[in-house]
Every structure is written in structure tokens, then in C-alpha cells.
């Protein structure tokens, strides 16, 4: 099995691992989302969540919203990347430790289930109610949000393809 694949975890097994590392002094970060069609916004906001204030101390998870999940949210046609394949390219960046699947519109009962140190989300959440923040902060955690590189979005991205092939044909060779 690929290094990285074993970042790709269960609920049971991820529940099984954290105990021992809060033991060891491990602070729990927790951010969610689709996660289609990777950018350098989607990485840099993923680094800025594994930093904390000294260097190692942060295990980062990665809640992945299923494909279902993703269409129901967003739109039908979505996600144009499948779930295994948006897991393994987030399992294989260094600065996530853990990926984890859910099939609800929101993470809320897999952020009650591991009950995370950090809840982190993009900076266009201000002054909106985090989804979960309730549960991290009830135990004293703390919410943060990252500022987002700007111009840098999925749906830009598809709106860029599709304005750009209109009715092509796309080849392989094209691509």
C-alpha cells in the first residue's frame, strides 16, 4: 500500500489513534470541505491549518465531503474529480496527516465524533456560525480562519475550462 493511502482512514481506526496522540501532546485540527479539482488556494490554506505555534504539534484532518455529499451541495454534476481520487492527491500533501470521508451536507456529527482541539475554515466564514464551533469550543477549543489566496476558486476553474472548450471535443491529447 502507497505511503500516503494510509492517511486515508475510517472514523473507527481515526477514533482508535487519537488518544494516544493528544497523550503524546498533540493538538487536533479539523477542517472540512470538497476539495475538487486541487489549486495552490487549497494548499495553501491546508499548510496555513497544519501550522501552529511551534513546529510538529498539530495532527491536521481532513473531513472530505463524499461525492454525494458534493452533489447535494453544490451541484449535480459535481464533483468532476471521484472521492478516492480527491483523497489520495489530499493524503499525499506532508502537511495533511489524515483524510477522512463523510456523507452529510455538513460535518457536524464527525467533528462531534472527534471532538477536535482546532476547528479551522476559510476567512469567508466571518461572522457566520461555524458548523461545529459549538462543539469545539463547549471543550475549549479554539476556531480559526485562513484567508484565502485570491482568484483561486474550483468554480472559477471550471467556469475557465468551459469558457475556454465551449463545445470542443476534448481529447486526451488535449488535455
Known sequence: MSQFKK???????????LPLLRKSGKIIAF?????????????????????????GE??????LNSDKSVASIKDPGRPICPQQSR???????????YVILFNQETPYQLIKA?????????????NKELI???IVKARGGKVELIKFVPGFSTTTIIAK???????????GTNL
Open 132 to 134: 461545529g464551533s459549538d
Open 7 to 17: 492517511k486515508i482512514i475510517s472514523l473507527v481506526a481515526l477514533k482508535k489513534k
Open 161 to 171: 475550462i468551459a469558457k475556454y472548450y465551449g463545445k470542443k471535443v476534448v481529447t
Open 58 to 63: 498539530r495532527i491536521l484532518i481532513v473531513g
Open 87 to 97: 483523497a489520495a492527491v489530499l493524503a499525499a500533501l506532508a502537511c495533511v496527516d
Open 31 to 55: 477542517t472540512n470541505g470538497c476539495f475538487d479539482l486541487m489549486h495552490i488556494g487549497h494548499v495553501t490554506y491546508l499548510e496555513a491549518a497544519k501550522r501552529g505555534k511551534k513546529e
Open 114 to 126: 472527534l471532538q477536535p482541539d482546532v476547528l479551522i475554515k476559510g476567512a469567508d466564514y466571518k
